[in-house]
Structures are given as C-alpha cells and as structure tokens.
C-alpha cells in the first residue's frame, strides 16, 4: 500500500512540475499567460521530492544499480547473506535520512523562507529527505524479512 501512495505522490508531483513549467514557458512568450515568479522555485522542489522518492520506489522494486559481475560464482547461500547485509547497510541509511532530514527540516528549514514565495518556509525544501526515508524504511524492512525468510525456509529444508 506505501508503494502506491509514494508512486501516486511522484505522479502528482510530475504532473504538477510539467503544469508549472509549461505555464512559466508559455507565460514567456504568450503576453495573457502569466509568468508566475514562485514557478522555478516550486518546480525545483516538487523535483526533489520525485528525486528521492522514486529512488524509494526503486528500492522497492530492486531497480537500483548493483554489482553482479561474481554473483554467479559466489554459492546461493553467500550470495544472501550478503544481500542481507547490504539491506542493513540501506535501512541505517533510511534511519540516518529521517534522523537528519528532520534536523535540517525543522531547523535550517523553518527559519528561512522561498524568495519568490516567502509565506512559505523552507522546511518544504528540506522535507522531502526524511519523507523518503520513511518510504525506504518501509520498503527496506519488507525486503530485509523476505530476505531473511528466504534463508531460514532454505535452511530447514
């Protein structure tokens, strides 16, 4: 379920930024189409959401770039073993986004405010760090117990 809500987010968002930034074009050239000052800034910040947040998706699906030149090689036991290990090494990274994401966010972030749009503070830039270490802490975790089950249902057998 947290991964159709994140990939229905980052639809939004893509949505949104292509709305935007065709707006911005268009109001450039177009003289009754406005060129809203907040639309690059805005766009640069639903960007960093999708950024990180697809990249949440893709550890869901295992789509991220990895090494498997000797995977062949190395028996099917290690070859867990070591997945496990590198699913640990990413949920200390999703930890460590949340931990100081949070920090950034609520306190670089809230004492500045966008320049163009300056009702709103910057803890909307910073936020999307520890939004997407959730996401990675639950998509690492589902895969850390497959993982895991996967070795003891081979062992027992």
Known sequence: MTYKVVLFICKILLIADIGITSMAVAGRYIPFIPDPSWSEE???????????????????????????????YLP??????????????????????????????????????????????????YFPVPLA???MLIFEIE???NHIKSLVIKEVM
């Open 42 to 72: 805005a766009v640069l910040t639903f960007m960093s959401y999708m950024a990180v947040l697809s990249a949440a998706l893709a550890i869901r699906r295992g789509a991220h770039i990895r090494m498997s030149a000797f995977d062949s």
């Open 76 to 125: 099917k036991s290690l070859l867990k073993i070591l997945d496990i290990l590198a699913d640990i090494a990413v949920l200390i990274l999703a930890l460590i986004m949340i931990v100081v994401g949070w920090q950034y966010a609520t306190g670089l972030g809230a004492k500045g405010f966008y320049t163009s749009i300056p009702w709103l503070s910057k803890f909307w830039m």
């Open 133 to 135: 270490g959730v996401a």
């Open 143 to 145: 895969i850390l117990y």
